[in-house]
């Protein structure tokens, strides 16, 4: 069973455009939402992460807004470049689960120059 | 500081045997943890040290263990390889644990024939 939802698998943006991704979880102890960017070849890198306590986190270009009651989250990449055409995941974790993450399926981005 | 660093980085196994795998982590992190990745089950925890014990374990066969060395790096070791163990095997390191960031290494990737 998978504990986090991502969609879409893969998006196509033009230069300049915005790239949304989503990622929906059930399990309500989560209380850790990274997101990771990974290149072909290389392993994940953090890219900007957020605790339930707040709705939303920028950082640069990238912006997670989070809705606990919903419990769902999103990355926007303002501004997409062709440097950002990548594989994103989401993931989620507990305090209960120490550092076992729980990963999305991933949504490999394409952004057309 | 130097990044998580995984050894080898590359493996070619056959069917039936073991194999070791390394890694070090960033200098002053006390947890490691292992996952892998595969096209079909994306990211999986396989299990996570913490000052030399197994704090948390993924749903993998026991074929999968794992040790932490009083200098924090590790290795995995999977004994009896399938052809379905082939992947590619992450490491990440953290300070602390428990929803704590986790940094990547490149990874093994590890084709078993």
Known sequence: ?113 | KAGVTQTPRYLIKTRGQQVTLSCSPISGHRSVSWYQQTPGQGLQFLFEYFSETQRNKGNFPGRFSGRQFSNSRSEMNVSTLELGDSALYLCASSSRGQSDTQYFGPGTRLTVL
């Open chain 1, 1 to 113: 069973q998978q504990q986090v939802k991502q969609s879409p698998q893969s998006l196509i943006v033009q230069k300049g455009g915005i790239s949304i991704i989503n990622c929906a979880y059930e399990n309500t102890a989560f209380d850790y939402f990274p997101w990771y960017q990974q290149f072909p070849g290389k392993g994940p890198a953090l890219l900007i992460a957020i605790r339930p306590d707040v709705s939303e986190k920028k950082e640069g270009r990238f912006t997670i807004s989070f809705n606990k009651s919903a419990k769902q989250f999103s990355l926007h990449i303002m501004d997409s470049q062709p440097g950002d055409s990548a594989t994103y995941f989401c993931a989620a974790s507990s305090k209960a689960g120490a550092n076992n993450l729980f990963f999305g399926t991933g949504t490999r981005l394409t952004v057309i120059p």
